[in-house]
């Protein structure tokens, strides 16, 4: 399955209980269609402590969502969007902000 997004894209989330929060992709995971948004989606954990100098406790992690919950954020407009893909002169390929029509990587 092909995503959408990259690691390292700002994305906002637009549906769900996290709905509107602006975050990084920390990871995606393409065969299963889902990916890590820094902020969104965080689960609380109980973690035993494992080493002599790792403390156990409650941590917070974020979990895996949809990517189909994710829209790419430009970044000179500052919205969510859509894109589309242009080929510059020199045979690389982009993508452009549907909406400002700048482009994004």
């Given at each position: 399955?092909?995503?959408?997004?990259?690691?390292?894209?700002?994305?906002?989330?637009?549906?769900?209980?996290?709905?509107?929060?602006?975050?990084?992709?920390?990871k995606?995971?393409?065969?299963?269609?889902?990916?890590?948004?820094?902020?969104?989606?965080?689960a609380?954990?109980?973690?035993?402590?494992?080493?002599?100098?790792?403390?156990?406790?409650?941590?917070?992690?974020?979990?895996?969502?949809?990517?189909?919950?994710?829209?790419?954020?430009?970044?000179?407009?500052?919205?969510?969007?859509?894109?589309?893909?242009?080929?510059?002169?020199?045979?690389?390929?982009?993508r452009?902000?549907?909406?400002?029509?700048?482009?994004?990587?």
């Open positions: 399955m092909k995503l959408h997004v990259k690691t390292n894209d700002e994305v906002m989330v637009i549906t769900g209980k996290d709905r509107g929060v602006k975050g990084k992709v920390l995606a995971f393409p065969k299963t269609g889902r990916v890590i948004v820094e902020g969104a989606s965080v609380t954990k109980h973690q035993k402590s494992r080493a002599q100098g790792q403390p156990g406790g409650i941590i917070k992690k974020e979990t895996p969502i949809d990517a189909s919950n994710v829209m790419l954020v430009c970044q000179k407009c500052g919205k969510p969007s859509r894109y589309g893909k242009k080929v510059l002169d020199n045979g690389n390929k982009v452009i902000c549907k909406k400002c029509g700048e482009q994004m990587d």
